[in-house]
């Protein structure tokens, strides 16, 4: 078994635990991917709940409950390890995949042929240890460009991947942003299913919804977040992997990672806060409590008011209104293949063009030929003028398809 596989099974029933307390604590970390499946489903013309989506690392469904809960039902699910997918509520509802290790996930999706393959808070797992059994960084971030190009590899060519997740990325990158793709879906954000009502309050009174930008600056604006402390790296790495009996290591998104990815493939990438929002400071302590694997071991020394005095220490902590936050950030990629027509409507218009193509040569073609012919019923003629007819009407029906 894999490390990363056997901590989670170590702490997947306190995990599992945490999220049935506060079930939408995380959904800032959700509303952007989900604004953006809208603006894809605009894009290629299909109601959302045929959009298909692998839900890549779904742990316990968190993501996948989440899309369900908002209208996307087309969605399979892939993860590796069993004690944390076992039990879920929404695997009744979904196709969900046991798998023994990430490397067999292409060939499922290649099965599947989806429009769209997430991974949320998994992709920092993927890593690869050296002869020694020391964390080797380079085999890791090479490791995790191959699960990205062969999940590319197994969609067509209009599929994307969007993964959010820790971000050790610094600098200017020189690769797009989110909103450069033009497709946020405006009406989500308004539409959604939340259950929190300080979230519903303010997401939902602006009507200039433009995009990640918009996005990043109201979560700003109502939670007083600093998105350029780090705070989910520091508290991983400072607080989590050296206070718990389970530990944590990770190999977040990466320079070298997006550079490499974008030498085959567009990609897109922006970093945005997304606090975890609580109704209480006590559901908070509670929550970080467990989820984090603190209480895994009886013997730990650490309790629950040392952890959340860590949380405080490192500035993650923000009381306001009736609400209590812990400070939150990611990176999201969004990854697309080079050139691809990413609209099936383009592609429709293309086809609708070549068959008036068509049809005009055939009739022009007929034209000079009864001018000629002393015969008209030969059978040449016949059958061209039966082509002419049929792509007309290919023409007309494609034609009219549009304008409705």
Request: charged share 25%; net charge neutral.
């Amino acid at each position: 078994m894999h490390k990363e596989i056997e901590r989670f099974s170590r702490k997947a029933k306190e995990y599992k635990e945490a999220l049935l307390l506060a079930p939408d604590s995380r959904i800032l970390e959700i509303i952007p991917i989900i604004a953006i499946l809208d603006g894809i489903v605009k894009k290629i013309g299909i109601p959302k709940k045929e959009l298909k989506i692998v839900d890549l690392m779904a742990g316990n469904g968190y993501l996948s409950s989440l899309l369900y809960d908002n209208g996307f039902y087309n969605i399979t699910s892939i993860e590796a390890c069993n004690q944390m997918s076992f039990g879920a509520e929404i695997f009744k509802k979904i196709t969900l995949y046991p798998i023994p290790d990430i490397t067999v996930a292409p060939h499922i999706i290649r099965s599947i042929n989806p429009n769209v393959i997430i991974s949320v808070a998994s992709f920092h797992h993927l890593i690869e240890y050296s002869n020694e059994g020391n964390i080797s960084v380079n085999k890791s971030i090479k490791f995790q460009e191959e699960v990205i190009c062969n999940c590319m590899e197994a969609m067509n060519d209009l599929g994307i991947m969007i993964i959010a997740d820790l971000s050790d990325i610094s600098g200017n990158i020189k690769v797009k942003k989110i909103d450069d793709l033009d497709i946020w879906g405006e009406s989500t954000i308004t539409d959604m299913t939340i259950y929190d009502s300080d979230i519903s309050r303010w997401l939902t009174k602006s009507d200039d919804k433009k995009g990640m930008e918009w996005y990043k600056n109201a979560v700003n604006r109502n939670y007083y977040v600093d998105d350029n402390c780090n705070f989910s790296l520091k508290w991983f790495r400072d607080i989590v992997n050296t206070n718990t009996k389970i530990g944590h290591d990770d190999i977040a998104l990466s320079n070298t990672l997006i550079e490499s990815v974008s030498k085959s493939h567009e990609v897109f990438y922006e970093k945005y806060a997304c606090p975890w929002v609580f109704d209480s400071l006590e559901l908070l302590k509670k929550f970080i409590f467990k989820k984090f694997g603190f209480n895994v071991n009886e013997q730990n020394a650490i309790s629950m008011e040392d952890c959340f005095s860590f949380a405080q220490q490192l500035g993650g902590i923000n009381e306001q209104r009736d609400t209590a936050t812990f400070g939150w950030d990611l990176g999201l990629v969004v990854i697309k293949k080079k050139n691809a027509l990413f609209s099936q409507k383009t592609i429709e218009k293309n086809v609708q063009f070549m068959l008036v193509g068509i049809c005009v040569v055939l009739i022009l073609l007929l034209i000079a030929k009864a001018g000629m012919a002393k015969v008209y019923l030969d059978i040449g003629f016949i059958f061209q003028t039966l082509l002419a007819f049929f792509f007309g009407g290919l023409a007309s029906h494609a034609l009219n398809k549009t304008k409705n």
